[in-house]
């Protein structure tokens, strides 16, 4: 079942400016967090030099010392962009509807989310990969079939069954919906369980939203 969304309600759900969930979403893993602190260490202790270089001999000091705050705090501020932009690719669709469905097929599959070489006893580099179990939830409804969720598997994830109940954000370029640009993450209320890639939504706004229109 499908129910497109009234106007303005695609905004809120779907926030302009990072919500906790998605700062910590895109914090990343350890290896992008230490790709953050060095360009914000780098960047900071390059600015604060140029500007204390041309403090009094040119205009242009304040503006490097700036530029060097900026930096230092791009720990803050790169997880915010980067959840902007996420929650913008959804935003920007001209039609947006609730969907509530089954889940039809469910299944693992490992993916490689990282490669690199790395120095083996003997020293000799070998690539080393890191996997990581992914669940992939298929939906439908009485309309037949509509498309896929998936997600890091997690302990809590097991109890996950074809049949339940599941409710998403369905997003298109077309005001019919003949044609599905988009998917958000899923609420299973069976189970009380939000599942998916990154948090979209705000959460208890779309739990309401659902209450109020799947009665």
């Known amino acids: 079942m499908l129910l497109p969304l009234r106007p303005g309600e695609l905004l809120r759900l779907i926030p302009a400016v990072a919500t906790g969930p ?3 979403a895109c914090t990343g893993n350890p290896r992008k967090v230490l790709q953050r602190v060095l360009i914000s260490v780098i960047g900071a202790v390059i600015a604060l ?11 242009f000091g304040p503006v490097f010392l700036v530029v060097g705050f900026v930096f230092a705090l791009y720990l803050l501020w790169g997880p915010i962009l980067e959840a902007g932009q ?3 690719t959804l935003r920007r669709y001209p039609a947006a509807a609730l969907f509530e469905g ?4 469910l299944y693992t599959r490992e993916i490689v989310e990282e490669r690199r070489e790395q120095a083996n006893n003997d ?3 070998e690539l080393v990969e890191n996997r990581r179990t992914w669940l992939t939830l298929e939906l439908e409804d009485e309309e037949g079939y509509l498309g896929k969720v998936r997600f890091p598997f997690e302990k809590k ?4 069954r074809a049949g339940m ?12 919906f003949s044609q599905i640009g988009a998917i958000s993450d899923a609420w299973l209320p069976q189970l009380k369980l939000w599942v998916g890639e990154y948090p979209f939504l705000l959460r208890p706004a779309f739990e309401e939203l ?5 009665r």
């Open 86 to 88: 996420k929650n913008s």
């Open 102 to 105: 089954q889940i039809v097929d």
């Open 22 to 24: 998605q700062f910590n």
């Open 123 to 125: 020293g000799r580099l």
């Open 165 to 176: 109940v599941v409710r998403v954000l369905v997003l298109s370029e077309r005001k019919d």
């Open 210 to 214: 659902c209450l109020k229109r799947f």
């Open 49 to 59: 030099l140029i500007s204390q270089t041309l403090l009094f001999s040119s205009q």
């Open 157 to 160: 994830h097991q109890q996950i």
